[in-house]
């Protein structure tokens, strides 16, 4: 079945403890990205990524990392949380750029 | 810098009604545009999308869109809604060409159908 994967889908962690955010896709796409979604304000895109190797910021990337060595997966990283990204995090990915994007079950992050 | 504006962040309907729900945009280049609906406690799922050609843009479930590229604008439509249509939907701006591809979503419009 194509999917995108993300792991774990709750996580409940305290200021400052690193984290990461698995996502993976089985689809063999070019294009993937992350975003938060925050109740009022949509959703923001974080980081995307091109291809492998090739990342790029998008509208909020203060406090998160990504990398991308392989085509199917794009951890989302953050070094040190803060409760200010408390928040609900999707990933996604398409054949080419912003075309049509597949979605992830979203990773509810709570920082304490 | 590309940005997008849903103008109504609530629209109760009651069914069979038509319904539209408005998105505007900004940018200073050619855009591509997409809808996205998200039911409750799922992720996103496209409805369309505008890359070029036909200003007029048919998606599931039985909406459409028109892109106006003069009032900059990428209206959803749908002439009579159901009550599985109560959802949120987004809209999206990409600008095309270069090696841009951040995509800016607006923030968002509940669409609740009451019977």
């Known amino acids: ?112 | 810098a590309q940005s997008v504006t849903q103008l109504d962040s609530q629209v109760p309907v009651f069914e069979e009604a038509p319904v539209e729900l408005r998105c505007n945009y900004s940018s200073s280049v050619s855009v591509y545009l997409f809808w996205y609906v998200q039911y409750p406690n799922q992720g996103l799922q496209l409805l369309l999308k505008y890359l070029s050609g036909s200003t007029l843009v048919k998606g599931i479930n039985g909406f459409e869109a028109e892109f106006n590229k003069s009032q900059t604008s990428f209206h959803l439509r749908k002439p009579s809604v159901h009550i599985s249509d109560t959802a949120e939907y987004f809209c999206a701006v990409s600008e095309g060409g270069g090696s841009n591809y951040k995509l800016t979503f607006g923030k968002g419009t509940l669409l609740t159908v009451n019977p």
């Open chain 1, 1 to 112: 079945e194509a999917q995108v994967t993300q792991n774990p889908r709750y996580l409940i962690t305290v200021t400052g403890k690193k984290l990461t955010v698995t996502c993976s896709q089985n689809m063999n796409h070019e294009y993937m990205s992350w975003y938060r979604q925050d109740p009022g304000l949509g959703l923001r895109q974080i980081y995307y990524s091109m291809n492998v190797e090739v990342t790029d910021k998008g509208d909020v990337p203060e406090g998160y990392k990504v990398s991308r060595k392989e085509k199917r997966n794009f951890p989302l990283i953050l070094e040190s949380p803060s409760p200010n990204q408390t928040s609900l995090y999707f990933c996604a990915s398409s054949f080419w750029g912003p075309n049509e994007q597949f979605f992830g079950p979203g990773t509810r992050l709570t920082v304490l």
